[in-house]
């Protein structure tokens, strides 16, 4: 996108939190999943076209641990509510108090997060790629280190795929990863939303197993986007036209 | 008008072949350059290619589930004689023209 520009900001740990910035009117801000970083996930996917042609602007920064951002190698420096507040802090430093969120996977568990810590600052939510299993703490930590760390292969292809794919991400740092994964899982968050909330997932995303029940006890609305599984529902026409028409309401 | 085929671009990594997914234009329409075309996927993820040329969507070279290789046919388009280029290449966007005054102008 021609307009498109990256910035960085430093938290109050220390960290840089690096973030593409397209401006709008009506920011939205975008939060990765697990090994990937706000390009793929969010440009090459064409949703921030689909934003900008839509009248938004958009927010999308690399997660702490992810692309251009610093990636520590503790579990303690990515407890959810840490990644939470990073979110709070690219908002800060673009003088932006309330606007919508779109998570997609381990993303939309640090916007269910942040929607616990800071409600305020969220107008609109949508959930993607997410269901009623926890994956990280499903797979498990030996898991996700015998595969991140040491290449080894694990018996639930779920698993295996996912974490070999977050081994292709941006400049990826195992070790961080893993800090990362250990950090979500020790911090869920249970609550529901208090911001209206939609979610989207595959049908045969086996990452969002559970969602249609889960979107019930979040009390939110729920899309299913047919034949398509985690990498696909992601890019799909289908999942930026709910969530589009979700947010203009 | 002219016929210019876009064939599978290199998506990078490696990677040699990707499945379309879904197309994003019909046959008929006009489609403006750098306007979502069609979704892929690869063995790694799934993206959305924009169109690299404004034109008329004529042909569809492969069905939605069909997997192609970098360098084969994906679509045609059809464009005006001048807007075509040489084939095969994407035409470079003309610079507005523009016109510079050197000296105020005199009384």
Redesign the interface.
Known sequence: METMTQRAVTTCDGQSIAYLVEPGENPVLLVHGFGSAAIPTWDATGWMKALADAGFGVIAPDLRGHGSSSKPHEAADYYSAVLASDLATVLDAEHLTHVDVIGYSMGSQICRAFARDAPGRIRRLVLGGIGSVEQFSHWGVDAIQAVLLDGRTVADPVAERMLRAALTGPDPDPAALVACAQGVMSDPVVSPPVVPTLVVSGEVDPVAIGAPGFAERMGAEFVSVPKRNHFTTLSSRAFKAAALEFLVR | MVEITFTLPDLG?GLLEAQV??W?AVIGQHIER?A?LV?V?TT?????L?SPQSGIVARFHVSEGETVSVGDALVSFEVPDDAAGIVGTVPVEAEPPRRVRLRLPED
Not at chain 2, 44 to 48: D, F, G, R
């Open positions: 990594e997914l879904e994003l750098n979502p979704e996927e790694k993820s799934a993206v959305e924009p």
